[in-house]
């Protein structure tokens, strides 16, 4: 289950980073898109909830 979850943290924080990367707010001024960090953080907490649904 640790390795899962962890697996599932990694790629969910590494899809929130390209989504700034490549799609998120040029201005900078969106909550989520505009800061690499949190855009991280977000897609993190998302991979965290996806891999604890069953």
């Given at each position: 289950?640790g390795l899962?979850?962890?697996?599932f943290?990694?790629?969910g924080?590494?899809?929130?980073?390209?989504?700034?990367?490549?799609?998120?707010?040029r201005?900078g001024?969106c909550l989520?898109?505009?800061n690499p960090?949190v855009a991280?953080?977000?897609?993190?907490?998302?991979g965290?909830?996806?891999?604890?649904?069953r």
């Amino acid at each position: 289950m640790g390795l899962r979850l962890a697996l599932f943290v990694a790629i969910g924080a590494s899809l929130g980073y390209a989504y700034y990367r490549f799609v998120g707010c040029r201005s900078g001024t969106c909550l989520i898109t505009g800061n690499p960090y949190v855009a991280t953080l977000y897609g993190a907490v998302m991979g965290f909830l996806l891999a604890n649904t069953r």
